[in-house]
Each structure stands twice: as structure tokens, then as C-alpha cells.
């Protein structure tokens, strides 16, 4: 683990979950800023947490009533009563330790102690109860202290956030970034007169992909390392429908890797060094990149099914296109593909001291499988290191933070 408070940090959360005592709430005792996205929403909050709502929010203790829920990581809420308010459209935010495991538990309708095992052994199953397609990528090596199911249409995004110094500010702030990343994304959530939350009939569609793809859903992670700076993870997963091969499906993800040192936050003198992000598929690697690149350069490569894919199958009848380019100054970029165990590694090496290492850094990987016909989930392993570095005349600092787990996207 790179968390050097691990206890102590846990047992802040679990303060969180259970009472006020843990919460940084103002002497004043005023609302803060944060949660200002709460305003004018009706708002279930279960009674054991201890959240200073904003004046300008509206609090219910009917379910059905609320536009927003947010309960406890150990809720009590039954899970049927939870999956028909998501149902309705309204997002379900988990706040204290193990909001990660909460939140799995309640998507795949597991019991939060065995969320690790089943995400390990690719057991996680989309449950009857929940039609919405969506994915996670479950993390073994930090527990998200606020974790968010949010609706949009057939999909479900999600969203994981993690600090070492859980507050009331921070918990309302994140609940802040789940609607502004929503809200960007898939258009402002809206209520009907019956007072369920509407998130819209737009169809969901993954960054950068055509016609002919299925967007399974956002999963999104967000980290802060304190004096070394912030980390930030997305990926979208989609399976092509347009397709009519007998024998294989197509599943592609594109991922987004974020890292903002402590220098441009103000924060330190630490600068970016590398990303890196392995991939251990279980079904057969198809495509994949951004390729080997060195120094400034644009990369294009392409994750989409073309005409004529299966030599052993007929033609699907046209291109699914999803691609997309990429410029970076002043890194090399290493890509390993390994076609036998169905990995695919990619590093993004900074050269240190340019202003690629003292500003916000994103990494754009992608890949496509090609697993057997009628598969509705695809499962893969990950690795994820975000590498910082604080020069010294006397010589220098360094800090990795590594991240590592398991991808389940059911469609």
C-alpha cells in the first residue's frame, strides 16, 4: 500500500460513515460552499451520516421522493429499495470507508466482503434486477472514501473518490464533481412533476465512437496524494451491435490517465515522470494503442471492428468506427503487446524539467477483444502506476502511487 496513514485514514472514514464526529464541519456551524449542486433537490440522507447540507437543500425521508440519495458505505437502506430509486433516474452516492465496496455490492447485489474475491475471479454478474449496462473497475489498493452510482438512460456511470483526509467539504465537493461530470456529459438532470429525477432520453455515446456501438458506461476514479499532487482515471467500455458475426462480438474501451503534480496545484515542487497502465484480458486482444512513439509526436490508431474482420465468418456489412488521435510534446511513449497472454502495456515517459511534467498530463490508451459469440460481460486485470519526482540540488525525491484491480463491463 502507498498510503503511509492507512490506519489512521480508515479510521477517520469509518468515523464518516457512522456519525458527525469525524466531519471537519466549520465552528460556525454554516454550510459551506460545497454541495451547492444539492440546491433546490430533494435530498435522502440517511440519518447516521452527518453531513452539513447547504441551507438552499431540501431534505426528504420518503425515497421516492428524492432527486438525490446519499447514504452510508454500511447503509441500511434494503438494496430493492435503492435499484428502484436508480431506476427512477436518481443517483446514489455511498460515502464512508469502503464506499467502493458498497457500491459494487450493491450493483452486482454481492455482499461487500466478497466484492474483492468476485471481482478477482471474474464472478461479478450483472443482476436480474438491473437491466442498465454499465462497468467498474474495482481497485485492491485504495478504499474510496465516496463512491456514486449515477443513471443515464441503459447505462450507469460510476465515480470513486479517495483522499487520506475525509471532511464534510470534501464528501459535498465530490458530490459537486459527480454533477458537473454528468451534467457535461449527458445533459443537466432535471425533475418531473411526479418529483423523480429524469436524466433524459439522449441516447448514451462514448467519446469519439460512431454508430454501431453500445456505450456500457463511465468508470471513473479519483485520488489525492496530497503534497505530490492528484490522479485521475476514466474509461469508457462499449460493444459493437452492428455487427453479424456468428462468431465472435466486440468489446472496446478507451481510457483517459490524469496526473496533475503538486507544483501546478501550488501545492509542492513535485513534477509529473511517467504513466503507466497494463492490461491482462481475458478474451483475445484485437486492437490496441497509442503505438511506440519518441519525443513530440501524434499518434492515430483506431480500437473500431472493419468490414471483413472474421476470416472465418461473414462480412458484418460495414465499419463500427471508434478512434482517435493524440499529441504529445516531449515524451516517449513505449508500447508491449504480448499476444499470448493478451496483455498490452503502455508507458508514458515525461522528459523531466519540460512543461509536459509541471502541468496536467493525460494519457489516452485504448483496445478492443474479440471474445466468442453471445458474450454479454468482458473481464480483464489492470495495473496503473502514476510516477512523481521532486529534484533536489542535494538529489532527488520520488513517489509512486500504484493502482491495481480488476474490470467487469456487462452489457
Sequence with gaps: ??????????TVLKGLAVGTTALSVPASGKPTENGRSLAKRRIFLESTLGLNLPASVERTGRL????????????????????SSLTRGAPIT??????????????????PSGVADAARTSSLEKPSDLSASFGVEYDRNSRASVAVAWPRGSTIDTHQFSTDNPSNEYVLSKIDRTFALNDATTGSLTTTDAGASDVGATAYTCPDSEDGWNCLGRSHEEKDLAEHGQIEKFVWGAKATNETDPYHDYFSWKTKLSMTPGKALGRSDWM????????????ELAKHGPPSTSGSSTSSFSVGVDVGVSA????????????????????????????V????????????????????????????????????TANYSYEADWFFRDDHWYGDDTYKYHMYGDGSWTA
Design 94 to 111: 455511498f460515502v464512508g470507508d469502503g464506499a467502493d465496496d458498497a457500491l459494487a455490492s450493491f450493483l452486482y447485489d454481492v455482499q
Design 64 to 83: 421516492a421522493a428524492a432527486d438525490v440519495l446519499v447514504v452510508s458505505a454500511n447503509t441500511t437502506v434494503p438494496r430493492g429499495r435503492l435499484v
Design 341 to 376: 497472454e493478451e496483455k498490452a502495456t503502455h508507458k508514458y515517459d515525461l522528459t523531466f524539467g519540460e512543461n509536459v511534467s509541471e502541468t496536467t498530463f493525460n494519457a489516452y490508451p485504448g483496445y478492443r477483444v474479440d471474445p466468442a459469440n453471445g458474450t454479454n
Design 312 to 339: 472465418s465468418g461473414p462480412d458484418i456489412g460495414g465499419s463500427l468506427g471508434w478512434g482517435w488521435s493524440t499529441t504529445h510534446s516531449h515524451t516517449n511513449i513505449e508500447e508491449t503487446i504480448d499476444l
Design 1 to 10: 500500500m502507498n498510503d503511509k496513514n492507512t490506519q489512521t485514514r480508515r
Design 272 to 283: 509529473n515522470d511517467y504513466i503507466l497502465r497494463t492490461v491482462d484480458f481475458e478474451d
